[in-house]
């Protein structure tokens, strides 16, 4: 990573060139979102499926991605993530934060973790208090970021939910296609700052929008690049407690035959359709605390959530959602007995599993043998 003095902002303040996989999601997510699922444009990511993601996950992407300013709260949760961003570790966090913790992000990190507990556990907790403190600050805040707060365990659920599905189905295909032109994106822009101003390139790459008025300033202390290939304009500016983060459009530095994909294998001979059903439920299988779980309910009959917890020494709330995504595989059924919530293994799609791999991998050996 390169690190650059900007004295003339003053002389703390530090540009930093990082590549981000989690911020080139976001902002793909969102342009799902925006184009409909129709990303006509991106005709080299047919694997990807966007369409078929925006058909079935249209509500939830319109409750997260639609009403929030382009999901640069939700964003803000990437920022102190620690490195590397991946998708598994971007899911380690997640599975251990707390509400409040989050809640600090998705407010924008005006507040402190302890500030935002003590409003919200308050008999009545008022929203106009945070609100009034947030303005206080510089920060704007809006209904759908309180609405997250009273629901939290629903909303939490979901958008966690949303991620992994946009993930498995849809990014995970783009992110090996895309990483060597993040590369490329990033040495160029190292070239383009040995010889230009910062401001001179932050201008090139909010495309000659007005540069905000908080950038730069004596408060200034890191500005951090990254690349990506579906942002846009209005997506490239994270700022908050000294820090401006600008995920940026890395047609800047390439051109149409360097972004034409040309000679990228796609196509596969295996059915497409068992391909990706075998990779879903092979990542549903992937994370220990979930295997863990199965083998809980497959050993210990009628087995419950408070029980599985203290057995793994995670919070019910943890448990909760990996039972929830193990349901969304189709792996457990769930039912409801004096009260409690039961769980046992589906046989059924356990064995459609198995047989679906080892089909699809004797595809292979079948013609190796001959």
Known sequence: MAVYTVEEVNHHCKVEISISPLFEMMACLRKCYVSLGKMDSEHHFPIARFEEFFQKHELLLKKFYGRYEYGAQLAEFLIDLPAPHTFSQLMTYVDRVSRYEFLYYLFGRYLSVDEIKNYLIQTSPSSDEIRSKIVSLGGLINVEQFEFAQNYEQYWNELVYLWRQFYQQCYVHVEPVLSPLWEQASERLRAELKTSSIEKVVRKLLYDYPIPEQFPTRETKLIKLYPSYFVSPKFILIWGLGELHIVYDIKHYMNEKE????????????????????????????????????????????????????????????????????????????????????????????????????????????????
Do not use: W
């Open 259 to 370: 972004l034409s994909f040309s000679g990228y294998p796609m196509n596969m001979k295996c059915d497409e359709g068992q391909i990706q059903y075998i990779s879903d439920i092979s990542k549903s299988l992937s994370e220990i605390v979930r295997m863990k779980l199965l083998s809980f309910i497959a050993n210990e009959e009628k087995i419950r959530l408070q029980d599985m917890a203290n057995n793994l020494n995670i919070t019910v709330a943890t448990v909760s959602r990996h039972l929830n995504l193990l349901k969304q595989s189709n792996l457990i059924k769930e039912q409801k007995e004096n009260g409690y919530h039961v769980y046992e293994i589906n046989e059924n799609e356990i064995q459609r599993y198995c047989s679906m791999l080892k089909e699809t991998l004797c595809v292979k050996k079948r013609e190796n043998d001959n």
